[in-house]
């Protein structure tokens, strides 16, 4: 069985709580939820099961508190997200402790995660000091200022992959727009959103400004959703959920933001160089053990170098290390259910004549058994429009695909329902350009991975991987505020 770490009773707590108006907040009822180690399968704490009374009293903290943080001038509400990135920064090493602990994943890369909240949160920050719209008009004597405005309460819905990083995402920019937050934590990680939120409240951020909810989705997440007082919907999520979220807040004409799946394609070119493809289709395929919605879960291979390349990546993969220290490649799958799916879903795979070249596999001998691990798993002879080759694990699985040419390479990468990511492997200009202008994805990357946002940069895809909004970057900004047109109109012969 694979050691837990100590943790202080401040950031291992006995039951995830909520947190309104700028406090702790149990439930009335005490209904509580079990998260469960996925490195061990142990109870690390229980967690806080909300309702609809609990998810009423943050929205009702979020209105009084929103009117006052929305007239602050944005310039001032940057300067405190400023230190609340810097608070944050003070403790990245109490956070990334808890997110391993929550999420099985290594010391390092839960560090690694943490910095990239703290580098999103100053990002956003510094937009604080330029949250301008434009001027301009064609007609003599009128004066116009596009200017942005705060919708209001913005909902928003997070998933466990990366805790702290998805926290940071959204939290940041809904919040320089003047927006005040009622956040729903992902149930399996937490304990992030609220020492987020208590360390938020350490930084200066007002009461009521930053709410937090436990609990489950199809309960206060689905309220959170349908309230006529949440202006903004921003979802991270499965397309299966957002679909649902789309039509709910669509009936009330809500402002929806929506992060959805990916099966995201990774092309290796006959002239590739193979050491650098197999590093990052290893990468894509299996860091973070997979649960990434930008994972290349894809491979998709040129016969010219296709048994060159299987043979390669096969014997990388079989020495990928498994565990959660930071001498190990991937960790465990978030949850027993999670595992579960992924082995179903092999299973069928193999019963429709896909052949499983490594893994497929849970890990069961002793330092494994307890946890939720999944060995790194390689199929081939899964064909386009079988199931394996259309839905998105969200695991350490990745299939391999031989094709002919550029054109069948193109042409596979564009058949899936999802378009987030794509990356190919070449060293011909003229491919790699045809490839990112003509490949079906919100993200192309040339001879690196699938992976790998920068907080200045739009995040989104195309078809079933979202709806059209990206965050982060600057573009983020326009799914938190309004547009609003000042005309002014003055008379020069009253001067």
Aim: charged letters at 20%.
């Amino acid at each position: 069985m694979v050691a837990a770490q100590d943790f202080s009773p401040f950031t291992r707590p006995e039951v995830a709580p909520n947190w309104v108006d700028g406090r702790v907040s149990q439930t009335t009822h005490g209904r509580r939820l079990e998260k469960r180690s996925p490195a061990d399968g142990t109870v690390l704490c229980q967690v806080t099961r909300s309702d609809g009374v609990d998810l009423e009293a943050a929205i009702s903290a979020a209105e009084r508190a929103q009117p006052s943080w929305g007239a602050m001038p944005a310039v001032q509400r940057g300067m405190l997200l400023h230190d609340l990135a810097m608070a944050l920064r003070a403790r990245r090493e109490e956070m990334a402790e808890l997110v391993a602990l929550e999420t099985g994943k290594s010391h390092r890369e839960a560090l690694g995660e943490t910095d990239a909240a703290i580098a999103q949160g100053l990002f956003m920050a510094g937009e604080g000091q330029r949250l301008f719209g434009r001027t301009t008009s064609a007609v003599p004597n009128r004066h116009i200022q596009i200017v942005r405005k705060p919708i209001g309460i913005a909902g928003l819905i997070i998933a466990a992959n990366t805790p702290i990083a998805n926290v940071a995402w959204k939290v940041f920019p809904a919040l320089v727009c003047g927006n005040s937050v009622v956040l729903k934590a992902a149930e399996d990680t937490p304990p992030t959103a609220w020492l987020f939120a208590e360390i938020s409240a350490e930084a200066g951020i007002p009461p009521g400004v930053l709410n937090v909810v436990q609990g489950l989705g199809a309960e206060v997440g689905a309220a959170l959703v349908a309230h006529p007082k949440v202006g903004v919907i921003s979802f991270t999520g499965s397309t299966a959920v957002g679909r649902q979220i789309a039509a709910v807040a669509g009936e009330r004409l809500a402002r929806v933001s929506l992060e959805l799946g990916g099966k995201n394609p990774l092309v290796v070119c006959d002239d590739a160089d193979l050491d650098n493809a197999e590093q990052w289709a290893l990468l894509s395929a299996f860091s973070n053990a997979g649960q990434r919605c930008a994972a290349g879960s894809r491979i998709i291979v040129f016969d010219a170098v296709y048994e060159a390349f299987r043979e390669r990546l096969i014997a990388a993969t079989q020495q990928l290390r498994v565990g959660p220290s930071d001498d190990d490649d991937l960790g465990p799958v978030i949850n027993e259910r999670q595992l579960n799916n992924m082995l179903a879903a092999i299973e069928t795979a193999e019963g429709h004549g896909a052949s499983v070249l490594v893994g497929g596999k849970r890990l069961d001998d002793a330092a494994h058994g307890d946890g939720f691990y999944l060995a790194p798993t390689l199929i081939e002879n899964v064909a386009p429009d079988d199931e394996l080759s259309k839905i998105e694990l969200f695991g350490p699985v990745a299939t391999l695909y031989r094709v002919p040419d550029f054109n069948a390479a193109l042409a596979l990468a564009n058949q899936s329902p999802y378009g987030l990511t794509a990356a190919i492997h070449t060293r011909d200009l003229n491919r790699a350009t045809e490839f990112c202008h003509h490949v079906k994805a919100g993200v192309a990357v040339v001879n690196a991975g699938t992976y790998g946002s920068e907080p200045h940069l739009p995040f989104g895809g195309f078809k079933d991987s979202g709806n059209g909004s990206r965050e982060p970057g600057p573009e983020a900004l326009d799914v938190y505020s309004e547009l609003r047109n000042i005309s002014i109109t003055s008379n020069p012969d009253r001067i």
